[in-house]
């Protein structure tokens, strides 16, 4: 008969798995052999846990499908949680394989043991203990249900011996379901007079409108209403979008900013924009979500409808009136392409230094037109909602609600894995690169061919940049790198080198044309400031501050960086 292990593999080969992350360990062992013997599901080996569910999470956005991942007893599967975190909270579904020290020993502090139960619960949908071989099959067929239907993470705890009994059991397949969430007539109704009822509508969007780029068009023209994304939502809602006028949150720019407080009545379609100082506070509110524990969770609404972006939008629009003045809109996309100008402005060369936001221009032109970026916690991001231009075909993931550092690359090695020949950019920050440095070690052992642009300003560039605002003088933020560019050529890499803008153009064109993996080292500026789009009286105080202390602790020169690095968008 077969083993628990195996008819685990062929469970997942059955329902549609091709790979599984992680690291072997003894505990794992029945588990790992499994898949050696079955030929049917790869084994990606990296080198870190973390990394593991990481590129499960990559791999989940970038496919919609149910993504697994593993690790062995005690701090095997104890690596995995920082990337489980992100992909509980970018609500994609991830199984974990969590291995568990010997049946026998549980409770008696045995080596490396822990409660995995205990501390997988806040990352996961659904945790459980696979405690004998005949409950394997019905607790799998649960945990990969409850991944794919609650969008989340499922963790499987199972003891290494348990594993590797016999058991008599067939394969199952487990795939999706689908279905069409519709609002009940009341509430498009009440929607309906909220919106026709005012002459100001401004559009939030989200990841929620993801396949509903159509719809989310007409529903703007019928209302004349702007339309803000949230960072997840770039993807979905910026592109060919004639009432676009950016982004807002803590990474966005003023245009979104000023369209959401111009607002008497705002749309909230799929959106889960975590700043509520970021929301009107005058404005009426109608908010559009599949979950509705989801409705007034950031700000207070007025009428709440629960469903799909794309069915709802198809229910109200015959509700709603036509004929509206334009002066709204007219105004907020004036507003925006001033905007936008001036952000593009800033992404010129320099004889000096090299700005981030040329560097992100250049990447943005030269990349495939179905390219996955994947930016870093941190600047990188600041720089990848600004620059990077969606097209409906390019894809932007990354760890935007968990905030992890380091998951440019660990995230790039799902997404490469799940479909090698597409283009992966990897945005990754100094810091985060650094943080898990080794992995570009994988991308050698697999063949992953990934592009790896290193935003290099020796420094925790975001860190420091909050900091200022806050009346900081920088501490424990400077970073101390080598030649990324060099690490990576003695790890089989092809990697370049930029210290001049002068040499970015033609480095940029290299590095996308070499065949297989490559590292862009780009030395960038250091004091480049990402203002938010409203700078409040606090923030002002803060620089201040920051000014003042600066100068008190000896280290004056760094305004005089700061001030002749942004004396673009200062003055």
Request: glycine share 8%; with cysteine; net charge negative.
């Given at each position: 008969?077969?083993?628990?292990?195996?008819?685990?593999?062929?469970t997942?080969?059955?329902?549609?798995?091709?790979?599984?992350?992680?690291?072997?360990?003894?505990?794992?062992?029945?588990?790992?052999?499994a898949?050696?013997?079955s030929?049917?599901?790869?084994?990606?080996?990296?080198?870190?846990?973390?990394?593991?569910?990481?590129?499960?999470?990559?791999?989940?956005?970038?496919?919609?499908?149910?993504a697994?991942?593993?690790?062995?007893?005690?701090p095997?599967?104890?690596?995995?949680?920082?990337?489980?975190?992100?992909?509980?909270?970018?609500?994609?579904?991830?199984?974990?394989?969590?291995?568990?020290?010997?049946?026998?020993?549980?409770?008696?502090?045995?080596?490396?043991?822990?409660?995995?139960?205990?501390?997988?619960?806040?990352?996961?949908?659904?945790?459980?203990?696979?405690?004998?071989?005949?409950?394997?099959?019905?607790?799998?067929?649960?945990?990969?249900?409850?991944?794919?239907?609650?969008?989340?993470?499922?963790?499987?705890?199972?003891?290494?011996?348990?594993?590797?009994?016999?058991?008599?059991?067939?394969?199952?397949?487990?795939?999706?379901?689908?279905?069409?969430?519709?609002?009940?007539?009341?509430?498009?109704?009440?929607?309906?007079?909220?919106?026709?009822?005012?002459?100001?509508?401004?559009?939030?969007?989200?990841?929620?409108?993801?396949?509903?780029?159509?719809?989310?068009?007409?529903?703007?023209?019928?209302?004349?209403?702007?339309?803000?994304?949230?960072?997840?939502?770039?993807?979905?809602?910026?592109?060919?979008?004639?009432?676009?006028?950016?982004?807002?949150?803590?990474?966005?720019?003023?245009?979104?900013?000023?369209?959401?407080?111009?607002?008497?009545?705002?749309?909230?379609?799929?959106?889960?924009?975590?700043?509520?100082?970021?929301?009107?506070?005058?404005?009426?509110?109608v908010?559009?979500?599949?979950?509705?524990?989801?409705?007034?969770?950031?700000?207070?609404?007025?009428?709440?409808l629960?469903?799909?972006?794309?069915?709802?939008?198809?229910?109200?629009?015959?509700?709603?009136?036509?004929?509206?003045?334009?002066?709204?809109?007219?105004?907020?996309?004036?507003?925006?392409?001033?905007?936008?100008?001036?952000?593009?402005?800033?992404?010129?060369?320099?004889?000096?230094?090299?700005?981030?936001q040329?560097?992100a221009?250049?990447?943005?032109?030269?990349?495939?037109?179905?390219?996955?970026?994947?930016?870093?916690?941190?600047?990188?991001?600041?720089w990848?909602?600004?620059?990077?231009?969606?097209?409906?075909?390019?894809?932007?993931?990354?760890?935007?609600?968990?905030?992890?550092?380091?998951?440019?690359?660990?995230?790039?090695?799902?997404?490469?894995?799940?479909?090698?020949?597409?283009?992966?950019?990897?945005?990754?920050?100094?810091?985060?690169?650094?943080?898990?440095?080794?992995?570009?070690?994988t991308?050698?052992?697999?063949?992953?061919?990934?592009?790896?642009?290193?935003?290099?300003?020796?420094?925790?560039?975001?860190?420091?940049?909050?900091?200022?605002?806050?009346?900081?003088?920088?501490?424990?933020?400077?970073?101390?790198?080598?030649?990324?560019?060099?690490?990576?050529?003695?790890?089989?890499?092809?990697?370049?080198?930029?210290?001049?803008?002068?040499?970015?153009?033609?480095?940029?064109?290299?590095?996308?044309?070499?065949?297989?993996?490559?590292?862009?080292?780009?030395?960038?500026?250091?004091?480049?400031?990402?203002?938010?789009?409203?700078?409040?009286?606090?923030?002002?105080?803060?620089?201040?501050?920051?000014?003042?202390?600066?100068?008190?602790?000896?280290?004056?020169?760094?305004?005089?960086?700061?001030?002749?690095?942004?004396?673009?968008?200062?003055?």
């Amino acid at each position: 008969m077969p083993t628990v292990a195996r008819t685990m593999v062929d469970t997942l080969h059955a329902s549609g798995i091709q790979r599984v992350y992680g690291i072997p360990g003894d505990s794992l062992n029945g588990f790992t052999d499994a898949l050696r013997a079955s030929g049917t599901i790869d084994w990606v080996q990296v080198r870190h846990e973390e990394t593991a569910a990481f590129a499960a999470s990559a791999e989940s956005q970038l496919t919609g499908e149910l993504a697994v991942c593993a690790g062995s007893c005690g701090p095997g599967n104890l690596h995995l949680i920082n990337g489980l975190y992100d992909a509980q909270r970018s609500r994609t579904p991830v199984l974990a394989i969590a291995a568990h020290i010997p049946s026998e020993e549980i409770g008696s502090g045995y080596f490396q043991e822990t409660h995995p139960q205990e501390l997988f619960r806040e990352c996961s949908v659904y945790v459980e203990h696979v405690s004998q071989a005949d409950q394997m099959p019905r607790l799998m067929r649960v945990a990969m249900r409850e991944a794919i239907e609650k969008q989340g993470v499922a963790v499987l705890v199972i003891p290494g011996d348990v594993a590797l009994q016999e058991i008599s059991a067939e394969p199952e397949t487990i795939r999706p379901t689908t279905s069409v969430v519709t609002p009940a007539e009341g509430d498009l109704e009440a929607a309906a007079e909220a919106l026709n009822g005012c002459e100001r509508v401004t559009i939030l969007a989200g990841a929620g409108a993801a396949g509903a780029h159509d719809a989310l068009l007409q529903i703007a023209e019928r209302l004349q209403a702007p339309i803000v994304h949230a960072l997840r939502g770039k993807e979905h809602v910026a592109y060919d979008n004639p009432y676009d006028v950016g982004m807002t949150g803590l990474l966005g720019f003023s245009s979104g900013y000023h369209a959401m407080e111009a607002a008497e009545t705002l749309l909230v379609l799929g959106s889960d924009l975590p700043y509520q100082q970021f929301y009107p506070q005058d404005a009426s509110v109608v908010q559009v979500d599949l979950r509705g524990s989801q409705l007034g969770r950031r700000t207070s609404v007025d009428v709440g409808l629960v469903g799909g972006v794309r069915e709802t939008i198809d229910a109200l629009l015959p509700r709603l009136a036509a004929d509206r003045s334009s002066k709204h809109l007219d105004t907020m996309t004036k507003h925006y392409r001033r905007t936008r100008k001036d952000l593009d402005s800033l992404a010129s060369p320099s004889k000096r230094t090299i700005h981030p936001q040329y560097l992100a221009r250049l990447v943005d032109q030269a990349a495939a037109e179905d390219a996955v970026f994947i930016p870093d916690v941190g600047s990188p991001v600041v720089w990848a909602s600004r620059y990077l231009s969606m097209n409906g075909r390019r894809r932007l993931i990354g760890s935007f609600s968990h905030g992890s550092m380091a998951n440019a690359l660990t995230q790039s090695v799902g997404a490469a894995a799940a479909d090698p020949s597409r283009q992966v950019v990897a945005l990754a920050g100094d810091g985060g690169l650094t943080m898990m440095l080794g992995e570009l070690l994988t991308l050698t052992q697999a063949q992953l061919p990934v592009k790896t642009v290193v935003f290099n300003n020796s420094s925790l560039n975001f860190v420091e940049v909050e900091m200022k605002a806050a009346g900081f003088v920088n501490f424990g933020t400077g970073l101390t790198n080598p030649s990324f560019a060099d690490i990576a050529e003695s790890m089989g890499i092809r990697g370049i080198r930029v210290e001049s803008s002068a040499e970015l153009p033609d480095a940029v064109e290299e590095f996308f044309a070499h065949d297989g993996p490559a590292v862009l080292d780009v030395v960038t500026e250091r004091q480049e400031l990402s203002m938010p789009p409203a700078v409040t009286a606090e923030q002002a105080k803060g620089f201040t501050l920051y000014a003042i202390r600066t100068v008190l602790s000896g280290r004056g020169d760094e305004l005089v960086d700061l001030a002749r690095t942004n004396w673009r968008q200062l003055f």
